[in-house]
């Protein structure tokens, strides 16, 4: 993460598919060659090639005629900001609207390459809400539209302390803490990230979502810098960063 700072490139959404499958084989199998790319897709062989090709001179895959196929740190970086649009669309469409999962996955792919900055935020904004926030609140909705949490133009409500950050919850007895609150081989799942402006959209980008599990792995001497896995990747974050994380025990 760190020093990735670079603004995502203007993709067609059939490449950011590619990226996508790439991804998800390499995490799921180990691998990726152009025949599960394409069983993957449901194309035929001849049609993923040309993609592949287009991607690799875009720097963003690693890719040698009839071998197998690698992600650059570049294209990594494009395919888990897609992801994350994908998995927090299918979220909102199954978990808050109810949909059949493959239905919800449909809605997602389909909206995910279009969903802005602004738009990815607003729904991650909900889920923190969701985590943040007791429950069995009633007008729960009308809650959301006015929590900080969700605008940051508005008084922090009694939840939330002036800093931003929740509160102590005495229905659970758990305190947040942030991933520096982990040591190596410890479980937190992430509650809310606290960051603004591009740096939060590039821990959003990176999958860093509610309710995802983080492990830390690592951290450096001086403790600068550090090393969280995530659904199979590693993912280097800057000290600063990983304040703006808070999570809960796993």
Not at 110 to 129: C, N, Q, W
Not at 177 to 197: C, F, H, I, Y
Not at 234 to 242: F, V, Y
């Amino acid at each position: 993460m760190a020093g990735a700072e670079s603004i995502p490139l203007t993709l067609t959404g059939a490449l950011e598919d590619y990226l996508e499958t790439i991804l998800l084989l390499v995490r799921d199998q180990g691998f990726a060659r152009v025949r599960d790319i394409a069983k993957a897709r449901n194309v035929k062989s001849s049609s993923v090639t040309p993609a592949l090709r287009r991607l690799d001179e875009l720097g963003l895959v690693k890719y040698v005629q009839r071998e197998y196929v690698g992600l650059t740190a570049a294209g990594e970086q494009q395919a888990r900001r897609v992801l994350a649009r994908h998995d927090i669309l299918c979220r909102f469409f199954k978990e808050i609207l109810q949909m059949p999962s493959a239905a919800a996955s449909r809605e997602a792919c389909a909206i995910e390459h279009s969903l802005s900055t602004d738009g990815m935020d607003r729904l991650v904004r909900f889920f923190e809400f969701m985590c943040v926030c007791p429950e069995n609140q009633r007008e729960w909705l009308e809650r959301f539209h006015s929590c900080a949490l969700v605008q940051e133009d508005v008084p922090m409500c009694e939840h939330i302390n002036s800093d931003g950050n929740s509160v102590h919850n005495q229905s659970t007895g758990t305190t947040p803490m942030t991933v520096l609150s982990l040591k190596p081989g410890q479980e937190g799942k992430v509650r809310q990230v606290r960051a603004r402006g591009s740096v939060r959209q590039q821990l959003l980008d990176m999958g860093l979502l509610p309710q995802v599990v983080i492990r830390m792995e690592r951290v450096t001497p001086t403790g600068d810098r550090l090393w969280i896995s995530l659904e199979g990747s590693s993912i280097e974050l800057r000290r600063k960063e990983a304040e703006t994380v808070l999570i809960a025990e796993g």
